[in-house]
């Protein structure tokens, strides 16, 4: 008898980080989900040794295999697996993630209601002693807050915790693998533009564990403002009717504030919003240079005539 498609394909990037990796595949291991029903696909993004010595052990408890490709970036790695998995529904989380027991039942009651929909799930953080990790945290909870107030018409799932039916994702061309940060702000926003509704999920939960240092959490910020000008530069080749700035977070996030400092002792209250302050000038530092470096004076003017012609 030949054996029945998995339902899921997770797919897990890596890159130099086998420890992370382990709890990642643990968590997995200990899925409620039948081990008929998913596989994992781990593709490692060009990691001096393979973890394939990590990996191995796991196989005896699910379907398990892994990738490799030249160092491209985690959204070339997604696409990677993709291109391999057997699954009616992609699931993609990372490799510093630990999906919780019930995560892919959680994904898959949402997917089976419509077709073509995305759904994302809610991602805490692992690492509450760790104050950088922390205000990441806070950023992404803001993040949700506005743009998934409403569950049934969410507009943005970061990607470590998103899962979609297989072949709309290849039909829209998975992610851009030219995008190193804000492949999933990209991906959402050509998902919505083909008509196909975003579904916030959020009992489907993983856990992040990301330990971040001050340098470490302005590089992070630095590079998601990068990406963020790359992203507002491909919607607006694909849009110029609109804009990806939005000033209604920005007032969003100055009401949210004292919410996300309640309760906390005075000091870290005080820590914490520094680097709130930190998160927008590394986002604003980003965009900036990576603005400049595209030549984004030529973009406004094609973006003016285009204008100018209607």
């Given at each position: 008898m030949t054996q029945a498609a998995?339902?899921?394909?997770?797919?897990?990037?890596?890159?130099?980080?086998?420890?992370?990796?382990?709890?990642?595949?643990?968590?997995?291991?200990?899925?409620?989900?039948?081990?008929?029903?998913?596989?994992?696909?781990?593709?490692?993004?060009?990691?001096?040794?393979?973890?394939?010595?990590?990996?191995?052990?796991?196989?005896?408890?699910?379907?398990?295999?892994?990738?490799?490709?030249?160092n491209a970036g985690p959204a070339a790695a997604r696409n990677t697996g993709a291109a391999e998995a057997c699954g009616e529904f992609l699931a993609f989380t990372d490799d510093d993630c630990m999906p919780a027991p019930g995560w892919l039942d959680a994904l898959a009651g949402e997917l089976r209601a419509a077709p073509h929909r995305m759904v994302g799930g809610r991602v805490r953080n692992a690492l509450t002693t760790n104050l950088y990790s922390c205000a990441s945290q806070a950023i992404l909870d803001l993040v949700y807050a506005h743009y998934n107030a409403n569950p049934l018409a969410a507009r943005f799932f970061a990607s470590d915790n998103m899962a979609l039916p297989a072949d709309t994702f290849r039909a829209l061309g998975g992610f851009t693998p030219s995008f190193r940060t804000s492949e999933d702000r990209d991906l959402c926003d050509r998902w919505l533009g083909a008509g196909y509704p975003l579904i916030y999920a959020p009992g489907a939960v993983v856990a992040h564990a990301h330990a971040l240092t001050l340098q470490a959490f302005w590089r992070q910020h630095l590079g998601y403002g990068r990406g963020a000008f790359r992203f507002y530069r491909a919607h607006a080749r694909r849009s110029a009717a609109d804009s990806t700035l939005d000033p209604g977070f920005y007032l969003a996030l100055l009401r949210r504030l004292p919410d996300v400092l309640e309760g906390r002792p005075i000091g870290r209250a005080a820590a914490l919003a520094g680097l709130l302050g930190l998160w927008q000038a590394a986002n604003l530092a980003g965009f900036v240079s990576e603005a400049v470096g595209s030549g984004f004076g030529a973009l406004v003017g094609r973006r003016s005539m285009r204008h100018a012609r209607r």
């Open positions: 998995p339902i899921f394909s997770v797919i897990i990037p890596t890159y130099q980080r086998p420890a992370l990796l382990v709890r990642c595949l643990e968590a997995l291991a200990q899925a409620r989900t039948g081990r008929a029903a998913y596989e994992v696909l781990v593709v490692d993004d060009g990691s001096p040794v393979a973890p394939a010595a990590t990996v191995a052990p796991f196989r005896e408890r699910m379907t398990v295999r892994l990738l490799r490709q030249a």
